[in-house]
């Protein structure tokens, strides 16, 4: 299938903003809309992360993944199956990922079982020398989404992929605004947080409130991934000023 696609950014005033210009999706009046979430997104070492995951928590009997802002899933199924393809390692207590999102249409996406891919996506999976087949079957089912802004569109092909059961298993999709889920979480010293390019969309003083957040809640050893979003918006420093370090770049460990 071919559609045209223009970046531009979807508009809703109730949430923050967010640009599309990646993967796109079709309303049920066929107007689609996109994210610039992807699989293996370029700003992460995923296969570090998955090491550094194993590592790190390798006394720890369970481990909960707090995967906030997931968009299209694209990151619960990258931070998955990095795990998954880690040679010789038990991954089950990493699993499931808890992958929240706030925003309605995007989290259908999620929780449809499918997922677009753009010749880009395929690209870089093919060049990391990961078996597409292996967690995901080409379709000719679509994915609609409800409740949609149109958006223009120009030029780029993607294919609809079905996820197998295999990595569907390993990831509970549910809408959750990360403020509130990071205010209740119960730390043992075994939480995994990633946040990432998204609080960029907030403001210096709810950002700061949301990184004083991660410092009261999480204890010793508890880690935090962030992205290339984060680290334009000086989170990185932020978080070396409230008692984590860094491991490898937008990778964190509480140390106090
Ligand atoms: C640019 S996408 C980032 C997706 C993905 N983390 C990545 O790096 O590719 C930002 C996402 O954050 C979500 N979001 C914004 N505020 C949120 C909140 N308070 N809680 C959970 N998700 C939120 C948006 O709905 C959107 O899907």
Same mark, same amino acid.
């Given at each position: 299938m071919r559609i045209t696609f223009t970046p531009t950014t979807?508009?809703?005033?109730? @949430?923050?903003?967010? !640009?599309? +210009? +990646?993967?796109?999706y079709l309303s049920e009046? *066929? +107007?689609?809309?996109g994210t610039v979430s992807r699989m293996f997104r370029e700003d992460l070492a995923w296969h570090k992360l998955a090491l550094y995951e194993y590592a790190n928590? #390798?006394?720890t009997p369970k481990? @909960?993944?707090?995967?906030?802002?997931?968009?299209?899933?694209? $990151?619960s199924y990258t931070q998955a199956i990095s795990l998954? $393809?880690?040679?010789?390692?038990?991954?089950e207590k990493f699993f499931p990922? *808890?992958?929240?999102? &706030?925003?309605?249409?995007?989290?259908?996406v999620a929780k449809s079982g499918l997922i677009n891919f753009s010749k880009d996506d395929i690209t870089r999976m093919k060049n990391m020398g990961?078996? &597409? +087949? =292996?967690?995901? $079957? /080409? !379709?000719?089912?679509? &994915?609609?989404?409800? =409740?949609l802004f149109p958006v223009a569109v120009t030029d780029i092909d993607f294919d609809t992929y079905k996820i197998k059961p295999t990595l569907k298993d390993k990831i509970n999709f549910q809408k959750a605004d990360m403020? $509130?889920?990071? /205010?209740? #979480? /119960?730390?043992?010293?075994?939480t995994l947080v990633l946040c990432r390019n998204v609080l960029g969309y907030y403001s210096p003083l709810e950002r700061t409130k949301f990184l004083n957040l991660l410092a009261e809640k999480l204890k010793p050893n508890s880690m935090v991934v962030i992205g290339s979003m984060e680290v334009s918006e000086k989170v990185d420093t932020e978080l070396l000023y409230r008692n984590f370090a860094m491991l490898t770049q937008n990778i964190f460990r509480k140390i106090r």
């Open positions: 979807q508009y809703r005033n109730y @949430q923050p903003r967010f !640009t599309s +210009n +990646n993967c796109f009046q *066929q +107007n689609p809309i928590f #390798h006394n481990v @909960q993944t707090l995967q906030f802002a997931c968009s299209d899933g694209s $990151e998954l $393809e880690t040679p010789g390692m038990s991954n990922i *808890q992958a929240m999102d &706030i925003n309605d249409n995007i989290l259908d990961l078996d &597409i +087949n =292996k967690y995901f $079957e /080409k !379709t000719n089912d679509q &994915i609609s989404l409800r =409740k403020f $509130e889920v990071l /205010k209740n #979480h /119960k730390d043992e010293s075994n």
